[in-house]
């Protein structure tokens, strides 16, 4: 069972929202840095003198090296403490922005992206696992949500405020500025951040690559850290597919609205996004057993409003629009059951790697569904045939969901059994016992 410290609070104090409010701006940065290109793309084509296969390199760099590495920063985490990998974070990002601000070949700015991207998958995990040393576990999901809300702060900056600057001061003022003071911000990490509530630092004693290799499968072998990939897996992508990629050609191309009508909508996403989180994080936190019946209803949903956006019968009016993508847009707040499974069912030592495991889940759904989204476009030239691919995804991660949900109460009822304390306290129900049907015994909890 978890290892939990005997004296965690019922409620964590000002020092702990103050200590969190610290890192999540480290959050706030690495998302404005990392969607930063959004809107400055058509000045880097220009300034490097490159077309769209190479920016989209930019891209595809930034991605792969966040996804690489999802795992070893939660190892890293666990190892060195969040405030040391924060720190971290900050110097990646501010000396990738600096160097992307006095770039002057294609070359440089590509290295100075990926430096970039390095600090930027440094940063979400490193910020749940210091608020899950400092937060009781019901105040987790709050924290989660609100560090997920912050970070649309840093994507708003960099719109419209990004592009006044790109248009007034211009690429190497802006970034520059940008790199600067976010190499400046880990002054405030190093004065405020305290990795525990008692100790400034946190440390595990050094591991070998074995040893490491076992802290990952035993992390793997846990039920909750697998429902928490799969929740995390199935719940944010349709909203990740939408603004990173095809929801403008899928409005303007597929449904033949126009360019300002179709960014307007996909704004929906991020008011409802930061509206529904901190509701949400708020209530789960206050009843955990309720957390996966409520992602459960809203994969139903999510489900409804894809049926209704590719069955709708011509040009899909904006009500409906806006009310499907209300719905879609709670994915990131219902994603963050996934984190809170991850710190619930793993030993604290672990809960770094637990989250960096579930944090990739999101990632493979949405880098996924966006290639085959593409690949079937190209292929039919139709947008609804692509889209379809959503409810695929959405089927799949469903399915996983099941089974681990059924698996990981199963382990906590056999815990109970055993004596043992679980994290949350469930129901047994008729069809608990159809966990045998899947021919596993109960792993740890
Ligand atoms: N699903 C997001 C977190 C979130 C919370 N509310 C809305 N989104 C996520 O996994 N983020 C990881 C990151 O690095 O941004």
Request: glycine share 10%; proline share 6%.
């Amino acid at each position: 069972m978890s290892s939990r410290p005997a004296t965690t609070p019922s409620a964590a104090p000002l020092t702990s929202w103050l200590i969190w409010l610290t890192a999540a701006i480290v959050y706030l940065l690495a998302v404005f840095h990392r969607t930063s290109l959004g809107v400055a793309g058509l000045d880097a084509a220009e300034r490097f003198g490159v077309g769209s296969a190479a920016l989209s390199a930019f891209t595809v760099l930034q991605i792969g090296v966040y996804a690489a590495m999802q795992i070893p920063t939660g190892v890293l985490v666990d190892r060195f403490g969040p405030r040391r990998i924060l720190t971290c974070a900050l110097v990646f990002l501010g000396l990738g922005q600096v160097l992307l601000a006095l770039a002057d070949t294609y070359a440089v700015a590509l290295l100075a992206r990926g430096v970039l991207g390095l600090g930027d998958a440094l940063t979400f995990v490193s910020v749940l696992r210091l608020a899950a040393n400092h937060f009781p576990g019901k105040q987790y999901m709050l924290v989660t949500a609100l560090t997920g809300t912050l970070g649309f702060i840093g994507n708003l900056a960099a719109t419209l405020p990004l592009t006044l600057l790109l248009a007034g001061p211009g690429w190497t003022p802006t970034f520059l500025v940008a790199g600067l003071v976010t190499l400046a911000f880990t002054a405030a990490v190093t004065v405020a951040v305290r990795d525990t509530p008692t100790s400034r630092t946190s440390s595990s004693a050094a591991e070998s690559a074995s040893e490491i290799a076992v802290q990952l499968k035993e992390a793997l072998r846990v039920p909750g850290t697998r429902l928490g990939f799969w929740t995390h897996f199935t719940t944010p992508f349709s909203q990740n597919v939408m603004v990173l990629l095809w929801g403008v050609p899928f409005l303007v191309e597929g449904q033949g609205y126009s360019a300002t009508t179709a960014s307007s909508l996909l704004a929906v996403f991020v008011v409802g996004a930061m509206v529904a989180g901190p509701v949400l994080g708020g209530f789960i936190g206050r009843r955990p057993e309720l957390r996966m019946p409520l992602v459960a209803v809203y994969l139903a949903a999510t489900a409804v409003a894809w049926a209704v956006l590719l069955g709708w019968p011509g040009q899909v009016p904006v009500p409906v629009l806006v009310a499907a993508f209300v719905v879609l847009s709670f994915g990131g707040p219902f994603s963050t059951v996934g984190f809170a499974l991850a710190r619930d069912y793993n030993p604290m030592a672990r809960v770094g790697t637990a989250t960096g495991i579930v944090n990739v889940g999101g990632f493979v759904a949405t880098t996924v569904a966006s290639l085959l989204i593409g690949v079937l476009l190209e292929a039919t030239g139709d947008y609804r045939i692509a889209l379809v691919t959503m409810v695929l995804v959405l089927a799949f991660g469903a399915w996983r969901i099941c089974v681990w949900w059924l698996r990981a109460r199963a382990a906590v009822f056999a815990a109970e059994d055993r004596g043992d304390p679980v994290p949350v306290r469930l129901r047994r129900h008729r069809w608990d016992s159809v966990r045998t049907s899947f021919g596993r015994s109960p792993s740890p909890v």
